[in-house]
């Protein structure tokens, strides 16, 4: 999620930059390790609409213990804000579950290559539904990223259609996300991690009932036996692993959003994908092939470009 933060003045640049350093490593640190569990998750447990609800569940839960325990102070909302913060917690729910379903489907790697378009639907949605303009140098940038994107897609040797649409519909929704929380947080007293709490438990309270009606108990119940079976106790501790990181990681960036603009958080979010992508790759023996690795390495180039771009235009900013 973007926010319309801008980098102020702080009085120690230094610090604050170190500061957001360890903010980048520990959110891509923690996106690592839930991406691993995740999938290992997914392999033995197929019921991405579960699995996507537990972890919203998880994290709502971690929260409201904090804040009965007072480890986090809670904050002060009103109506107002729970009306504003609907639209994103709609497309934060969509966004969810659809890269959950893709990754059930294809490997995490495809996921997030495809995932790494998503400056391009950006710029598509903010020039045809909210009738932006970029200069060329923009839209430029969108070649390798949307031509990147479509060279991994076709020589992947894993396609799945579910699971390229489901990325695909996590770009959009999470761009969606992106511009709601860009009106939602302007001028709230919220910080970023009470933000991101909130977030989990209307997203949670939306797609409770669309997981019932997708997947159900019944097949929860014969699915988690076998996975027992299959792996033993310890795959509870995967679906207990997955479900605190998810919250963990995100809760991190929106933390780093709090001191950042949106602009470097695309740019952090990008590098993130590089270290997922790598990572689940040697940890999942993906099997790739060299054109396909190029064509992931030139839609994360592109996507360098549009924020070299973007940042000398002040688009965005
Ligand atoms: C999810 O399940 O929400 C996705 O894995 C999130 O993708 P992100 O890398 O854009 O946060």
Not at 33 to 53: D, E, G, H, Q, R
Request: glycine share 6%; net charge positive.
């Amino acid at each position: 999620a973007q926010r319309p933060e801008v980098e102020g003045a702080d009085p120690s640049e230094a610090a604050k930059k170190v500061k957001i350093g360890l903010y980048f490593a520990t959110w891509w640190a923690l996106n690592v390790v839930f991406n691993i569990y995740n999938k290992k998750v997914l392999n033995a447990f197929p019921y991405p609409w579960l699995t996507s609800t537990l972890s919203l569940a998880c994290g709502s839960l971690m929260m409201l213990i904090s804040w009965a325990t007072r480890i986090a102070e809670p904050p002060k909302t009103d109506l107002e804000f729970w009306k504003t913060l609907l639209p994103v917690a709609v497309a934060h729910t969509i966004g969810h579950v659809a890269a959950t379903v893709s990754m059930s489907k294809v490997a995490v790697s495809f996921t997030h290559i495809i995932k790494s378009g998503e400056p391009a639907f950006s710029v598509l949605v903010s020039r045809f539904l909210l009738g932006e303009t970029f200069p060329v140098p923009v839209y430029l940038s969108l070649i390798p990223i949307i031509g990147g994107c479509a060279l991994a897609a076709v020589t992947e040797l894993n396609f799945n259609m579910i699971g390229f649409m489901g990325a695909m519909i996590s770009n959009l929704a999470f761009v969606f996300r992106n511009i709601f929380s860009k009106k939602g947080m302007k001028g709230k007293a919220v910080s970023g991690m009470n933000y991101y709490a909130c977030l989990s438990m209307l997203s949670l309270v939306i797609l409770t009932p669309f997981a019932i009606a997708v997947e159900g108990p019944q097949m929860w119940a014969a699915g988690w036996q076998a996975a027992l079976s299959q792996i033993g106790p310890q795959f509870i501790w995967w679906v207990a692993a997955q479900s605190i990181f998810y919250h963990l990681y995100n809760q991190v960036s929106y933390m780093s959003l709090d001191e950042i603009s949106p602009l470097t958080f695309s740019i952090g979010n990008t590098m993130k994908r590089i270290s997922v992508i790598v990572s689940s790759i040697i940890i999942f023996h993906t099997p790739v092939q060299p054109v396909n690795a190029l064509g992931a390495a030139i839609a994360i180039l592109g996507t360098f470009l549009y924020s070299q771009v973007v940042y000398l235009d002040g688009s965005f900013s």
